[in-house]
């Protein structure tokens, strides 16, 4: 099972509503497991406007993706990331097949296909610049690598890591997780 601490420590932000999703790895028992967690806490979570979905699972280790769907239908409709998406193959005017996509890919594949960070809430010059660059060349790093507004950037990384502590604090002192989700 997916400890509660696992997701405050690795996704703060989206439990916040800052961020529109993160992605962590977790060592589970089974793949059967695996579903069953995520059941769990989607049915937990849903009303807050948190969705859980396993990406990936292999050799007792699975990615699992926290997200936001509604922040994410907004994200994939942007000019930009709907150009990247379109190009690799997915339909961003349909979030749930954009997920899909995106674990058959991360399935198929050891690397992450670079538009994962579209679904993460990265800024898509960021992500096209990650592409284009070939992860070269980039202005800082941060939470990702940033081609675009390094200030803005550099100040959203500071939120975030704000956030991360606070959550992980407020978690250790007895806030439940259900307290600590910010509903969107």
Known sequence: MMSEELLIRHCAPTLAGLKTGNLFTA????E???QKSACQLNAAYRSKGLQVVPLRYRNGRALVYVYRPKMLAQDLQQKEAAKILTAGGYRPQCPGFCIACLRRKLQQNEDFPHEVGLFLGYPPEDVSGFICNKAENCKCVGCWKVYGDAAAAQKTFAKF????AVYCAQYAQGKSMERLIVAV
């Not at 890591?161 to 991360?164: F, I, N, Q, S, Y």
């Open 27 to 30: 060592a589970v028992e089974s």
């Open 161 to 164: 890591k704000k956030c991360t």
């Open 32 to 34: 059967a497991e695996l």
